[in-house]
């Protein structure tokens, strides 16, 4: 079967035959690949700054956001059946078996002997047939299929969000964040970044009802902004305002949610937090030296007003059935926004067209394998024209 690997040590990315997988284990699904979803991670990996291939391996199947359909499944299989449509999470337990992983909160590993599949240690999903156990399975209703593939990249934000949720009940009174949203004096979020991670989060917290305020680099008409107003959010250019005058514009910065992998960008905009606040890391910056901070006053606003820095990784089963939940939602109230964020899908063979990102228009660039799953028309539209 034909596989998208990454071979670091030859530096070369391309398409190969390999031995497709069966069932081992009697708890043992086979998944027949749909939609695999291009991030960062994968361009990082591409690019051999990142990932590392299995054990004994020359090579790495790359892909971890998917979507597939179950095809077979071992005999003592429960929770899921062939035909059922899945997306699989990332993470899998590392070999010590820590206290996290035991509870299969593998997103928190102590050890950081963990494996991802498509990114650490283990073969990923850019290819035609997937093994995996059904614990990993997070089955996806037929009717959201389409939007399925968005799902590992929200769990980002849903993960994000349960931990907000427990931080923020600290504050013993109204003025918090909980499931069911936010009340009328605790609402403001700065997003910062507008690719698929930012965008999605900006959805999310659209439904908690915040005002959300998106920044990113390039100035308005484009993809972007025109998708942050489909939602009811605020869309900023960091070239044409300063953090100061966007803060400004929000009264009391409740919430920052970091989505650009960006440092320098991202402490700007730490100075900015309001009074109990929580800012939110979630992109991977490459090692930078050389930023000039100025420490004295980000560290006395931490202290005088209170201040959470979080920074937060992959994601647990449970943030998979809450974005599950999410998308639905969103579905219902910003369809079009919600196919504005696929702009794009690709057979396996073109992968090399989304290696490097020349449309500015670009969010989410899809693979389609083994047919994939046919966008509908709008969302055809849509992506034809860039928009
Ligand atoms: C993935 C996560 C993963 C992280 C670090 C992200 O792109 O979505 O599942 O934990 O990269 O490898
Ligand atoms: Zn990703």
């Known amino acids: 079967m034909r596989a998208i690997a990454a071979f670091p040590k030859t530096k070369e990315v391309k398409l190969i035959d390999h031995p497709e997988p069966h069932l081992v284990r009697p708890t043992d699904v086979k998944i027949k690949m749909l939609n695999v979803g291009v991030c960062g991670t994968d361009r990082e990996i591409w690019e051999f700054k990142y990932g590392t291939p299995p054990p004994g391996s020359e090579y790495l199947i790359t892909g971890h956001e998917s979507f597939g359909q179950i095809i077979e499944v071992g005999k003592d299989v429960k929770t899921v059946k062939a035909g059922d449509y899945v997306v699989p999470t990332v993470r899998r337990a590392c070999p010590e078996n820590c206290m996290a992983c035991q509870q299969m909160r593998q997103d928190f590993c102590y050890t950081g002997h963990f494996t991802e599949r498509g990114i650490k240690g283990a073969h990923g999903f850019m290819t035609e047939y997937v093994v995996d156990d059904e614990k990993y399975m997070n089955v996806v209703p037929p009717e959201l299929k389409e939007f399925a593939v968005l799902l590992e990249p929200l769990t980002i934000a849903e993960k994000a969000l349960m931990q907000v949720y427990t931080i923020q009940s600290r504050l013993p009174w109204e003025c918090r964040l909980e499931p069911g949203g936010a009340n009328k004096t605790c609402n403001n979020a700065i997003v910062l970044g507008a690719g698929p991670v930012g965008l999605l989060g900006a959805l999310a917290l659209r439904l908690l009802h ?14 972007k902004a025109a998708l942050a107003d489909l939602i009811g959010a605020h ?11 966007i803060a400004q514009s929000l009264g009391n910065v409740d919430l920052i949610f970091e ?3 960006a440092a320098k960008p991202s402490f700007d ?10 800012f939110i890391f979630t992109g991977v910056p490459a090692p930078m030296k050389d930023i000039t901070l100025d420490a004295g006053t980000l560290m006395r606003d931490i202290v005088l007003k209170n201040q959470v820095v979080l920074g937060t990784v992959n994601a ?12 639905a939602e969103f579905r219902k109230r910003w369809p079009e ?14 992968f090399t067209e989304t290696v490097k990102r020349t449309n500015p ?27």
């Open 269 to 278: 905009f730490m100075r900015e937090l309001g009074t109990n606040g929580i």
């Open 316 to 327: 647990p089963k449970v943030a998979f059935e809450n974005g599950l939940r999410d998308l």
């Open 337 to 350: 926004a919600v196919r504005r964020l696929i702009t794009g899908y690709l057979p396996i063979d073109r």
């Open 259 to 261: 989505a650009t992998g």
């Open 210 to 223: 915040m005002d959300v305020h998106v920044v990113a680099r390039q100035p308005a008409p484009n993809s």
């Open 235 to 245: 869309y900023h250019a960091d070239a044409q305002e300063t953090p100061e005058q």
């Open 361 to 387: 228009d670009e969010i989410k660039t899809v693979l389609n394998i083994n047919g994939g799953v046919a966008p509908t028309k709008t969302q055809a539209t849509a992506a034809a024209a860039g928009k």
